[in-house]
């Protein structure tokens, strides 16, 4: 009898083993298909997401490439612009010394049409040279003061010396080119003898 009981209970053992068995087996099929449902989700996202970043990557390339040319186009522009000043920025001076030449050209015709008054010929050359030089003067173009000053190598280029009974040792004596500062940058010296003094 007691061995009949422990078969049947071995039995029961078995069958609630095998049933155990089978249930652990079940649920890890169904553990299985939920994972590889997850991985399946998490892929597709994954993709997903690597779809939008690529997008908006291509987007940015291309927004810089807008940029750069944009930023060449306005460089080239600007530098179109440059060169157009640059070009024409002696048009205010040019202007103004036409009126110089029409009155020098007209000084010329009365010297011809008058060839016996020299007097009107000077007049008109000197009008000339005076207007010529309120042209530079109105550009910023003033002479550098020579005669009768301390020789400053800064404004003046020595050519010669001479001994001057008006002048002190190391002042300018004469003036052989006038000099021209543009503003307050010398563009010609002035070219000039210097005094060595009376020579006694």
């Not at 449902?37 to 987007?59: Q, T």
């Amino acid at each position: 009898m007691k061995n009949e009981t422990e078969n049947q209970q071995s039995s029961v053992d078995s069958q609630n083993d095998e049933a155990l068995n089978d249930e652990a087996l079940h649920a890890e099929g169904l553990a299985d298909e939920a994972l590889g449902e997850l991985h399946s989700a998490d892929a597709g996202e994954a993709l997903d997401e690597v779809s939008v970043m690529r997008d908006k990557l291509n987007a940015a390339e291309q927004e810089i490439l807008r940029g750069k040319a944009e930023l060449e186009n306005f460089r080239k522009r600007m530098q179109r612009d440059a060169d157009q000043q640059l070009k024409f920025a002696n048009v205010p001076i040019v202007r103004d010394l036409l009126d110089v030449i029409d009155n020098l050209n007209r000084a010329l015709e009365a010297a011809r049409n008058d060839e016996t008054n020299t007097k009107a010929l000077v007049d008109g050359v000197q009008m000339v040279s005076q207007q010529f030089t309120d042209v530079l003067s109105k550009h910023g173009c003033k002479s550098i003061e020579s005669i009768g000053v301390p020789f400053d190598p800064n404004y003046h280029q020595a050519i010669a010396q001479m001994p001057s009974a008006d002048h002190e040792s190391g002042v300018v004596a004469q003036e052989v080119a006038v000099g021209y500062m543009l503003h307050d940058r010398v563009i010609r010296p002035a070219q000039v003898i210097v005094s060595t003094g009376s020579g006694n």
